[in-house]
Nanobody
Framework: QVRVVESGGGLVQAGGSLRLSCAAS????????MGWFRQAPGKEREFVAAINWSGRQTYYGDSVKGRFTISRDNAKNTMYLQMNSLKPEDTAVYYC???????????????????WGQGTQVTVSS
């Protein structure tokens, strides 16, 4: 069993930055891929970014490429999402997710993740 908890959301003006954190517990953190997703009201869950077990392979959704950076610190059992140049359309609940045991790569598909956090709200004002 893996537990993941997001933090770092909040209200920011357009053009600003936020850093989200995802703390994981319950299994060796370095053994699985992880990802960030987001969901705005009335919209489907959207892929934001993913990272493999080592942090050397990263993937991004088209809408955040060049603005967001995903990273992980296996020694701290924590994943991060640095969000720069935020836009009002980035407003959403952001979710951290972990893949099942043995799946060390990241993925853009929500159904390939087994564990989800409760989400953290990010609001970008214009």
């Amino acid at each position: 069993q893996v537990r993941v908890v997001e933090s770092g959301g909040g209200l920011v003006q357009a053009g600003g930055s936020l850093r989200l954190s995802c703390a994981a517990s319950g299994r060796t953190f370095s053994m699985y891929g992880m990802g960030w997703f987001r969901q705005a009201p009335g919209k489907e869950r959207e892929f934001v970014a993913a990272i493999n077990w080592s942090g050397r392979q990263t993937y991004y959704g088209d809408s955040v490429k060049g603005r967001f950076t995903i990273s992980r610190d296996n020694a701290k059992n924590t994943m991060y999402l640095q969000m720069n140049s935020l836009k009002p359309e980035d407003t959403a609940v952001y979710y951290c997710a972990a893949r099942p045991a043995g799946y060390v790569s990241g993925s853009a598909y929500p159904n390939e993740y087994a564990y989800w956090g409760q989400g953290t709200q990010v609001t970008v004002s214009s």
